[in-house]
């Protein structure tokens, strides 16, 4: 299948916009919705219930680092088929949780790379890979 330029945002890179949008917030409903398939391994194994918004948006950013930025701009891309290749640029934004159960910030610097969405089903989400760096 022939590899397409997308223009700088195109649907992908609108569908990854509107993910790290609400891991940003956070919304745990939104994030569920917007950033992964219905039947995502990862999804169907997390107890949802367990987690607040906070506590969720930080076990996704520790999983999946392309979700970790912040202030995402998206430089363009290609479309393959079903698969797609954004360039992005942000800030990485690393957090965790402490036994108290407080969120703290980690870490925080510029980051740029790819990252890769699929389309199942009309509706574009992110594929889990990428390349990020410093």
Not at 44 to 70: C, G, H, S
Request: aromatic share 8%.
């Amino acid at each position: 299948m022939p590899r397409h330029c997308l223009p700088t945002v195109g649907d992908p890179g609108k569908a990854y916009k509107a993910c790290v949008d609400a891991v940003a917030k956070p919304d745990k409903a939104a994030m569920v919705a917007l950033c992964f398939a219905k039947d995502d391994p990862w999804i169907k194994k997390a107890n949802l219930d367990y987690f607040t918004n906070e506590t969720f948006q930080v076990a996704v950013r520790i999983e999946w680092p392309a979700l970790r930025l912040i202030d995402v701009k998206i430089t363009g891309g290609q479309l393959t088929g079903d698969d797609a290749e954004i360039s992005v640029q942000g800030t990485m934004l690393l957090q965790r949780e402490e036994p108290t159960g407080d969120i703290v910030e980690v870490d925080r610097y510029p980051a740029k790379g790819t990252v890769k969405l699929q389309r199942k089903d009309g509706v574009w989400r992110y594929a889990g890979t990428e390349k990020l760096e410093k």
